[in-house]
Nanobody, 115 residues
Framework: QVQLVESGGGLVEAGGSLRLSCVAS????????MGWYRQAPGHQRELVAG???????NYADSVKGRFTISSDIAKNTVWLQMMSLKSEDTAVYYC?????????WGQGTQVTVSS
């Protein structure tokens, strides 16, 4: 059974930092890409950051320079270091793992930034 377990969300003041973690288990296929998405109330889910097997990263324009994604593919783990948080970063953050057959989603972790 595949499980993606996220942790690290919470309440933080504007300007603060959080680090999200996601550990995937039960995946038998090779992981091609790991990433983080977020969804705020009344908004569509959007890509925050992604990282592939080669370590190449991509970021949403809104988080460039503030967020850093990293991973240990061998350990099926991905992190998202979030700094200089803003109120507009408030959302549920979801871990996403892409393999050749399909992709998988975590249950989400709430990040709330108070202004």
């Amino acid at each position: 059974q595949v499980q993606l377990v996220e942790s690290g969300g919470g309440l933080v003041e504007a300007g603060g930092s959080l680090r999200l973690s996601c550990v995937a288990s039960g995946i038998s296929s090779s992981i091609n890409l790991m990433g983080w998405y977020r969804q705020a109330p009344g908004h569509q889910r959007e890509l925050v950051a992604g990282i592939n097997r080669s370590g190449r990263t991509n970021y949403a324009d809104s988080v460039k320079g503030r967020f850093t994604i990293s991973s240990d593919i061998a350990k099926n783990t991905v992190w998202l270091q979030m700094m200089s948080l803003k109120s507009e970063d408030t959302a549920v953050y979801y871990c996403n793992v892409i393999t050749a057959p399909r992709d998988y989603w975590g249950q989400g972790t709430q990040v709330t930034v108070s202004s």
